[in-house]
């Protein structure tokens, strides 16, 4: 295989998770004989610093010829909230750009992990489950007002939206358990009542064989931490997921170890840690790169099609964690946390061995 990769590191410890997503991506390709070039370009905060913009016409251009976008972190309390241009716009302007519609977020368990979830143990059994987030639409993307004492932010679904999401995730669902939650507000909002009705639609027409139930988003709020091994795939819209997706990684024990792929109608994808650019850690190696690297993992399934090397990725990680290369957000006390470098290297020498 041949392929031309983007790396954008962003900011605060975007640039040091991302080194190691590299690295793994290089053992790959060097184990299978696969040609890629990896070309890194700026996004975020510091493209703003260097070029005055959050996403540069030149990182847009190579993303585009791109085959696949590996991305860090953007934002940090640098640069400020409230000014017009922010480097969160990179990202969501890229997602954009590219129309990457669909946000897919795995979240699993790792027996050795529990201990580092404030749940129960026994809640966390089995726990196997994919947020499928809308991403290009919504809240997000709406039209946005500010006067003195008044604000606003439009939130905008049409069908055709709702729908080629909700195809990405039924698919997903029929691989896995056949389980598929449509998560919305529709008792409240006139988007989510659409959201509903299209859902029921698509699943009835194309996908009868899948059980599919609707759940007020509150209520998935709760039942997520009371009982998440009760589901399979979850689809929701934008913001929706975003929040459900930040609470979904307490089951997993870190945020830092959630990865995720942003897919669209092609094969490019952009795959990226769930987690921020968290800048009290920035620069000092101690990052997690369990995210960034198990996003890797998803970039070689979806967008280049190597299911083998995407398990081996996956299983190194398994192996690191198991045989206790654990960086600080899930070290437990007084055990010494592994560096993010060492912790690259734990999946380098796992990898190695499969
Ligand atoms: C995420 C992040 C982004 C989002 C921010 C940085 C714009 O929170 O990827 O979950 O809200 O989508
Ligand atoms: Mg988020």
Not at 66 to 94: F, I, M, N, S, Y
Not at 321 to 350: K, N, S
Request: charged share 25%; aromatic share 4%.
């Amino acid at each position: 295989m041949r392929a031309l990769i983007a790396v954008l590191g962003g900011d605060g410890i975007g640039p040091e998770v991302v080194a190691q997503g590299m690295r793994v991506l290089q053992a790959v390709a060097a184990r299978g004989g696969h040609k890629i070039e990896l070309q890194e370009a700026l996004l975020g905060g510091v493209a703003m610093d260097r070029t005055g913009s959050p996403l540069p016409a030149d990182t847009l251009s190579l993303c585009r010829s791109a085959d696949a976008v590996l991305l860090g972190a953007v934002g940090g309390p640098k640069w400020d909230p409230h000014a017009p241009v922010r480097p969160e716009q990179g990202l969501l302007g890229l997602r954009k750009e590219l129309e990457l519609y669909a946000n897919l977020r795995p979240v699993g368990v790792h027996p050795r992990l529990m201990q580092a979830s404030p749940l129960k143990t026994e809640l966390l059994q089995d726990v196997d489950l994919v947020v499928v987030r809308e991403l290009t639409g919504g809240l997000y993307f709406g039209e946005k007002r500010r006067e003195a004492d008044c604000a606003s932010d439009i939130c905008v679904y049409t069908a055709e939206e709702v729908r080629r999401v909700v195809r990405v995730a039924a698919r997903l669902a029929r691989q896995r358990r056949r389980r598929l939650t449509s998560v919305d507000k529709a008792n409240v909002l006139e988007t989510s009542r659409l959201w509903r009705e299209v859902t029921t639609q698509v699943v009835r027409d194309e996908f009868p064989d899948l059980q599919l139930e609707h759940v007020l988003v509150d209520s998935c709020a709760m039942l997520l931490v009371q009982r998440p091994a009760r589901f399979d795939v979850i689809v929701t819209e934008n913001l929706f997921g975003d929040i459900l997706t930040d609470e979904a990684s307490v089951l997993a024990g870190s945020i830092g170890l959630l990865p995720s792929a942003s897919l669209g109608a092609g094969k490019r994808g952009l795959y990226e840690p769930i987690h921020g650019s968290a800048p009290d850690i920035a620069g000092r190696g101690i990052a997690n790169p369990y995210g960034t690297i198990l996003s890797v993992a998803l970039m070689l399934r979806h967008s280049f099609g190597l299911e083998a090397e995407a398990r081996a990725v996956e299983r190194a990680v398994r192996s690191a964690i198991d045989r206790g290369a654990l960086p600080a957000d899930v070290a437990a006390g007084g055990r010494r946390a592994v560096t993010t470098a060492e912790a690259g290297d734990a999946v380098l020498a796992a990898l190695q061995e499969t």
